[in-house]
């Protein structure tokens, strides 16, 4: 595999959109929260500019917020040697009255859950990366002779409330988005891709979840790279309540082969009141690092 495609899964994401600065470049999306398993080379379903049509709704703040998550990554190569990565996220975030995430603590597995790829934990003070023993991206794979607490990264944190932020779940205003050009399409029965529903190990119910309700719109729209002589193709689609449940971003070429593409798909939302439960429900950082990578 080439330089290009290995720089491609070394370099960490923004919700979504799932991310977090932590031991590479953070490229994201507001909402998409996957730290090392995107690049450049992936088109980002909302860049900067489409931001403006984004939205965090209130009943999230001074709260726990949990969600799941399924991505897909596709990046296509000349020698034929493509990357294709899928991935199920278990999001736990702890929301201050100012609706900023002041605590985001992710595990990354396999659709089954049976292979653990990676956990990410980040408060104001501790960014926590680990890599799982099969996980591409794991140091003592890239680098054999690495000693083994070079599996865990540790850093402090430079000015990452923002990136933190992105892993909100996004709802979107729909007269902003029709003026950033999308056109709605048509109307489905169910969003494109569901999501594994993961057991959440905490007594506490939660005060208030968001359920995709049927039908869901979707809209799209087309923009033409000048830069690399390609199109992008963006998918989205919104659930009744606004709620941002899937979107999808191709690079295609003028032939219309797929250089590289995302998905993202969003499970359903779990509210909880913040004395009623712990972001321990999954782990702390001390047995983050106890654990290592022997997942």
Known sequence: M????????????????????????????????T???????????????????LTHNTTLRNQIIHY?????????HDTGQNYTSTLLGNVWLEVDAQGHVQVAHTIY???????FHQEIYEDGTTNIVVFGKNDSNHPSIKN?????????????PANTVQIRDMALPSFVNLSDLQKQGYVLKVNAHTKSQNVPTILVTTKALPVKQYVTNAPVHIWENTTQLAEVNAQRFDHFEIDQQNRLVFHSTARKD?????I????????TISIYNTHDVSLSVLSNPQQILTEGCTR
């Open 2 to 33: 080439t330089n290009t495609t290995n720089s491609w899964k070394k370099t960490c994401l923004i919700f979504l959109p799932v991310s977090i600065a932590l031991v590479l470049i953070v490229l994201f999306m507001p909402s998409i929260y």
């Open 35 to 53: 730290e090392a398993h995107v690049s450049s080379n992936v088109p980002s379903p909302l860049s900067t500019k489409q931001g403006s049509w």
């Open 68 to 76: 799941t998550q399924v991505e897909t990554l596709f990046v296509k």
């Open 109 to 115: 597995t396999s659709l089954d859950e049976k292979v």
């Open 144 to 156: 054999p002779t690495a000693s083994s607490n070079t599996t865990c990264l540790v850093q402090s």
């Open 254 to 258: 003028m032939n219309g082969t797929i």
């Open 260 to 267: 590289s593409s995302s998905t993202y798909s969003y499970g």
